[in-house]
């Protein structure tokens, strides 16, 4: 998701905080990409951050092993 979208969808207006502290608290894998993304109403250009959750491999591991399921 990126910023405006977290805003947005999630009702989070601090983003890079609560990103923070899902990785250095919560040891979440997080990557943090640079965008160029229009305001909702299409009318100014932003660069923003895009975040993807990277999966973790020990779940990764544990979902292969019973065919996905949880």
């Known amino acids: 998701m990126t910023t405006l979208e977290i805003r947005r969808d999630l009702d989070i207006l601090g983003v890079g905080p609560r990103i923070f502290d899902l990785r250095h608290k919560h040891g979440m894998s997080i ?40």
Do not use: C, K
């Not at 993304?37 to 973790?56: C, F, I, K, N, Q």
């Open 31 to 70: 990557v943090t990409s640079w965008i160029d993304e229009l305001t909702s109403d299409g009318g100014m250009l932003h660069r923003v951050a895009r975040y993807v959750l990277m999966p973790d491999p020990q779940t990764e591991l544990f979902d292969g092993a019973n065919g996905g399921a949880a």
